[in-house]
Structure formats: C-alpha cells, structure tokens
C-alpha cells in the first residue's frame, strides 16, 4: 500500500527539499511507495488543500523551516493534525535553525534594524500590509507541537532524507545514532592543549592531524555524525550544522565546556578568538538552546 505524504515548508532556505530532489534516480526507490498530497515547493499546491484533507490521513508529514510567522505556526499545526507521523526535517524544523539567532534581540530590535536602521533603506517604515505576522521569538519545531521523528542537519544529506523516507515507508524503527563527527573522521586525534585558535585562512591545515588539535573552531566532537564528516575531510572545520547527538541535551553548552577544558588560554584572549560566540557555538539549534530560554524568560520579566 502507498502512504500518503505531506511536505510543507516553513520559513527556510528550501533547502532539505533540495536534498530530496538530489536523489536523483534514487528517487525511483520511494517515489512509486508514495501518494504526494501536499508539497508547494514541487506542485501548486495551496493551504486550502492541505486544510482539506481528513485529520490524520496522511501517513508521512515532512516538515522543513521554523516559525519566524503565525503563517508558519498555522501550517505547523494543520500539519501535526493531519499527519500520522510528523518528522522534523532540517536543522531548521528540529532546532529552530539560523533564523534563531535572532533570538538574541527582542522583536522589535530586529524589525526596527530590518525596516528602519539598515544602510540600504530609503523609505524608512515597518510594513503593515499583505504581511502574516512574526513570532515574538524562534523555537524549535518540537516545542510548539509533537513529533514523531527527526532528520537534522543544514541541510540533510540526500541518503540521511533516504534513510528516513525508506524506515518509515515500510515501519522500520528510525532512530537518531549517538556518534559524533568526530567518530566518521579520518583525521589522527592527539590529547594536546590549545593555546591559540586561527580562522580558517590562518596559517596552513596539516591534511591528516585533527582540525581542532591545530587550533581551529571544529565542532565534530559534540556534533551528530549524520554527514560522514564531509567538511573535516576536505580540511574545513565543522559548524556543527546537524546539531548534537541525541545524548547532549545543549550542543552549544557542550561546546564551551570541553573548549573550556583544553584551551590553554586566558579569558580575555578566548573572547577575542570569539567575537560571535553565539553564531560560533550555536550555528543553527540557538533557538532550542538553554540560554536562548533565559534569555527569553529575562526580557520577559524586563531583566
């Protein structure tokens, strides 16, 4: 029997529906397994269509993006009411992704910056019309309503959407594994003290020593290994796109605690390494993070 399919886009860059597409003739392993009845990023489908449809009819929902709009809070929730087993598709969808950076400013900080400050503006006005409204902040999808699985990274590899799609096609369990970048790594690991971190332009990568080890940003070691470690093994630290194997509950928390352990250095020269420790340490899951909770619970009580 085919299962009915949904997959909605939220606010995003589209690009886990890239990595799908990118199966290319893989595609024909699960296409002829599903019935489509909802993906606008392929096919004119409208709201209306997918409001349409009975509750709980659809076998498979995919979701991709975050809330950043009450549109999006609206097609988050008809999706949870229509689906049997939503996934949180993206690092976007199970964390909150980049756009939670902007967690770190109230609402109107970030309105007034977009629409009133920028260089580039000439007609200085936050727009009132044709608009859906923002969420006061960026969360995790999870937060907001139940999922059934995830399929993190920025986007997901196009075997990771496969893997996925071809365990829920036929009801096998799909679970996230608890290895890290650092375990698909080709690179040789050695116990060693940092005393000075480079951007990656800096000096010259040695190909077969640990990135990290050299003193370069490398997030492997708290970051799920779901992408084969694709960017250490071409000399490019990890950004820690795909967020943190299941067992780290704060991926970023992680992160300053283990640099807090092995670097060699003062506070005053950590920071100066770090301008934007925000963007460094929580990449695209700021959003689900601790500290983006009291944040929020601060500006709240007007702390």
Known sequence: MT????????????????????????????????????????????????????????????????????????????????????VAWGSCSAYGGVQGLGNQWSLKELLDRKFMEADTIT???????????????????????????????????????????????TGSPYDLPDKTVCDQCPKVREDKRITKFHRTHEGKIDPDRCLLDQGYLCLGFATIGLCGAQCPTVNTPCKGCFGPPPSIKDHGAKIISALGAIADMDPEELKEAFPDPIGSFYFTDFGASYLSKIKQKGRKSGK
């Open 123 to 169: 007609d200085a006005r936050i727009p009132d019309k044709y608009l859906p409204g923002f969420t006061e902040v960026v969360q995790a999808n999870p937060a907001i309503v139940r999922f059934e699985a995830a399929v993190p990274g920025c986007p997901p590899t196009s075997d990771n959407t496969l893997e996925a799609l071809s365990a829920l096609i």
């Open 3 to 86: 299962k009915r399919i949904a997959l909605a886009q939220l606010s995003s860059c589209w690009g886990c529906d890239q990595s799908l597409v990118d199966l290319h003739l893989k595609l024909l392993d699960v296409l002829p397994e599903l019935e489509i009845v909802y993906w606008p990023a392929v096919v004119d489908f409208k709201m209306k269509d997918l409001e349409a449809l009975p509750k709980g009819s659809v076998h498979i929902g995919m979701v991709e993006g975050s809330c950043r709009t009450n549109e999006d809070v609206h097609l988050l929730k008809v999706m949870r009411e229509k689906s049997k087993i939503l």
